[in-house]
């Protein structure tokens, strides 16, 4: 989730509020707790989904959807729950989400097919979507100073980006130990100490906070089926075959859902998505970079995972280790992103962290079958790019944004990011499944599987950085019609607290 700059207030402490983190502790606990949960979960799954097609007997299209279901439904329903928080309070939305998250993650030990898998999986995206919109406002709803609020973004992010750093690592070794269950169990522990901090160290919501508007329920509906039959669509294709009348019905299901809901969102009084907001120069070229990397960053780490384990031969605590490059990359740059902003500017930074994540998916894609090495380099490209890029996409969304439409912009970085993760995974594997014959998940290749899965990763890494490329060209257009190059670069505490 992006962190925003909160609207300007006095420095003055009220009475009411916590003086130091120190004293908000629970109430921080709590919320690093939910954004741990949403930043580690994918990450951890994905060096797991060899052994789970083992165990499973799941398809290439059913690892493909462990994953995606979850990103395609939490990016699908964010906004609407944003809206729901606005209205009902962010407070009550977050407990009932993490309760469900807790019971989802329980219902992982009864789990015995991949479709079973796939369900809670599902339960587990709504629930990240109830939980996510609301944590930052409520971590800045805790301080009256502006100090403080930024000092507990900072900490919350930095929990977060800690446990998608290590979720590849940390999955690895558990896998060679314990039985990938655990991969998922371990989020109710999560689960519960989150509900313990928000229901005992975040005061209830204001009455007077929320609105009364009517929620936007077609607008929901009809753009998360856009989101969902955009990404089943292509799959169909392969598994159907052209001829068939299921993958056109699909497609042409999504582009009557995508004009339907741009005509609500225009027509509503009360739309789900100000699409004028979307329009803004500003907030297309935040979204732009955000985009791509959440495309990069799905895109590889799924199939690097498949490539170190299934190609290579890899056990899953190798693999683990393999990943390190990025870990290292995630864990400590985040020391380096204020003073090289400071030092380049904002639209350099752009285009060199943008140009790095293009720069790793390209190498991944023509040299990673040469060896580790170049995995290696295309890991710390990719991580170091999507570093840098959180927070000029944060920056920029925030800078195109009226100061009472944040928390809509926080909603929108968020989204464009599940949204992309989503597709990044449908592609590569639609692609995977298109070109690699018989079941993936098995352990003997034949010489003939070895080379289409590697012509696999050549076209599936090419087609990322392709349309990763034309995310950034489209962003940086778009930043300099807004003439970016007059922008004010931001404090330095907000360059630390714009950050994912």
């Known amino acids: 989730m992006s ?79 944003g809206a729901l928080s606005d209205r009902f309070g962010r407070r009550r939305v977050m407990l009932v989400g993490l309760v469900l998250l807790g019971v989802a993650s329980l219902a992982t030990a009864f789990v015995h097919t991949a479709e079973q898998l796939i369900a809670v999986r599902v339960a587990m995206g709504v629930a990240a979507a109830m939980t996510t919109p609301g944590s930052m406002a409520l971590a800045f709803r805790l ?39 655990v991969l998922l169990l371990v989020n109710v522990p999560v689960a519960v100490l989150a509900i313990i901090g928000v229901r005992f160290g975040v005061a209830a919501d204001d009455p007077g906070e929320l609105h009364r508007d009517p929620a936007d329920i077609a607008g929901a509906v009809l753009g998360t089926a856009t989101i969902v039959l955009a990404l089943v669509a292509p799959t169909l294709f392969v598994h159907e075959g052209a001829e ?49 990397a959440g495309l990069a960053t799905a895109g590889l780490g799924y199939l690097v995972t498949l490539q170190l384990q299934l190609d290579w031969g890899w056990t899953p605590g190798l693999a683990a280790i393999g990943m390190l490059p ?20 904002l639209d350099r930074a ?12 390209a190498v991944y894609g023509l040299l990673s079958g040469l060896g ?40 929108l970085t968020d989204t464009a990011t599940e949204v992309t993760s989503g597709v990044g995974i449908a592609v590569t594997g639609t692609i995977l499944a298109a070109l690699f014959t018989g079941n993936i998940a098995t352990s003997d290749w034949s010489t003939r599987q070895t080379a289409e899965f ?33 922008a004010v670069t931001p404090a330095d505490d907000v360059v630390v607290a714009v950050d994912r």
């Open 350 to 361: 752009a285009w060199l962290s943008a140009a790095a994540v293009v720069a790793g998916l």
């Open 143 to 181: 301080f009256a100073d502006d100090g403080l609020r930024v000092r507990a973004t900072t900490l919350i992010s930095t929990v977060g980006l800690v446990g998608l750093a290590i979720g590849p690592t940390a999955g690895g070794f558990v896998l060679a130990i314990a039985p990938w269950q």
């Open 372 to 411: 580790y090495v170049w995995v290696a380099i295309a890991l710390v490209l990719v991580a170091a790019g999507m570093r840098v890029v959180g927070v000029v996409a944060g920056v920029n969304v925030l800078r195109g944004l009226p100061k009472n439409r944040t928390t809509i912009g926080a909603a």
């Open 326 to 345: 990025q870990v290292v990359v995630l864990v400590a740059g985040g020391a380096f992103i204020g003073p090289f902003v400071r030092r380049v500017g």
């Open 244 to 292: 068939s009348w299921v993958p056109w019905a699909a497609t042409v299901g999504a582009v009557v859902a995508a004009v339907l809901f741009v005509h609500r969102e225009r027509s509503a009084r009360y739309p789900l998505l100000d699409l004028a907001l979307v329009a803004h120069p500003l907030v297309s070229s935040g979204l732009a970079y955000k985009a791509a």
């Open 454 to 486: 590697g012509d696999a990763v050549t076209i599936a890494g090419l087609t990322l950085t392709v349309v990763a490329a034309v995310l950034v060209g489209w962003g940086f257009t778009r930043g300099r019609r807004a003439g970016t190059d007059e």
């Open 3 to 81: 962190t925003v700059q909160p609207a300007p207030l006095s420095s003055a402490t009220s009475p009411a509020s916590p003086r130091s983190l120190r004293e908000a502790w629970v109430a921080l606990a709590g919320l690093s707790a939910v954004f741990l949960f949403e930043m580690l979960d994918n990450s951890i799954l994905n060096v797991a989904l060899p052994t789970i097609g083992h165990e499973l007997h799941a398809s290439t299209t059913a690892l493909q959807w462990v994953t995606g279901a979850y990103a395609v439904v939490f990016g699908g329903l964010m906004l609407a729950f």
